[in-house]
């Protein structure tokens, strides 16, 4: 029987089929129109919604554009997060996970 690949190796393989973020579009062209779009969107669009004020430093696409280059430069599609809201909060909405909670950190519904 085969023994399942461990969380490393899983996140590898995923790393090798999506090629790397200059395959993916991330090159100068981007970092000159990210760099723009936080200059003129300089806070963190989910922090904001908490009430709270965090500098951005981000540029994350809404819908995930899954290599559709046309999604990919749609500024409609673009928001500016804080690195803990990207790598925490948009990534568990994005892979199903994330619950809602009330203040007191309770689930709602």
Request: glycine letters at 6%.
């Amino acid at each position: 029987m085969p023994k399942p690949l461990d969380h490393r190796a899983r996140n590898r393989e995923y790393d090798q089929r999506r090629g790397s973020a200059r395959e993916r579009g991330y090159n100068s062209r981007w970092e000159k129109a990210r760099k723009t779009y936080l200059m003129r969107n300089p806070l963190c669009v989910m922090c904001a919604k908490e009430n709270r004020v965090t500098a951005a430093n981000v540029v994350d696409h809404v819908i995930p554009h899954k290599g559709s280059t046309e999604l990919f430069w749609d500024t409609s599609n673009w928001a500016a997060l804080c690195f803990h809201c990207h790598n925490s909060t948009k990534q568990r909405e994005e892979r199903g996970r994330f619950q809602a909670v009330d203040v007191d950190g309770w689930p709602i519904g």
